[in-house]
């Protein structure tokens, strides 16, 4: 199975250093330009690869800055923008308490704590979230679910929960992993290839 993976594009919380989680958060015009830019890529390899964007399927988070991302990549490939899946499993990691904070407020309010997940990032919880593992349970579920090679418009956290639950690298490395946007990751064979 081959996995076509972008993060949603770049928002106002991404550059503000706010933990977004589960928030509702919007991309902001770079984030669309790196969406738009994701389609280009995309369309270029399926192209090297003697595909039609149709072949595949589409699946997004149903949060709204990974929708709105996918809809961007598939007008860019010359498809229905609203023609994907909306798939729950693959929201991001919950942050808890500390949604909506920047990492400098996190360390005011819970230095005590940061400095547990410093330990054991895969492991961790934070108050009220839920922690690397829990979501590596959620992403595999749903990766079990497919049929065909699938693009997937989601999110850092989800991202590096499926480097670690398809192998391509173990748990305590794999949250480590850089998910930047503007990328199309190809996840197959146990194997992660980064295309920009």
């Known amino acids: 199975m081959r996995l076509y993976y972008v993060r949603h594009g ?9 933990l977004q989680g589960h928030r509702d958060t919007l991309i902001n015009q770079t984030g669309r330009a790196q969406a738009a830019r994701c389609g280009e890529i995309l369309r270029d390899l399926l192209a ?3 595909r039609a964007a149709a072949q595949l399927n589409y699946v997004s988070s149903p949060l709204s800055r990974a929708r709105e991302t996918m809809e961007i990549m598939r007008a860019a490939l010359g498809i229905a923008p609203g ?5 729950a499993r693959l929201t ?9 904070l920047t990492y400098a407020e996190v360390m005011a309010r819970d230095a005590h704590i940061v400095a547990r997940r410093e330990t ?3 492991g961790f919880l934070p108050p009220g979230g839920e922690n690397y593992r829990q979501v590596a349970e959620r992403v595999g579920a749903w990766y079990a ?6 693009v997937v418009s989601a999110h850092g956290g989800t991202g590096r929960a499926l480097i670690a639950c398809l192998g391509v690298a173990p748990p305590e490395e794999a949250v480590h992993e850089p998910i930047d946007q503007g990328v199309v990751y190809v996840f197959e064979n146990a194997s992660l290839a980064r295309h920009a």
């Open 10 to 18: 770049l928002t106002d919380w991404n550059i503000a250093g706010r």
């Open 48 to 50: 090297r690869e003697g």
């Open 83 to 87: 023609g994907y899946a909306v798939e």
């Open 92 to 100: 991001e990691i919950s942050f808890g308490e500390w949604e909506g």
């Open 120 to 122: 054991d990032k895969w």
């Open 145 to 150: 679910t497919l049929a065909r090679d699938t």
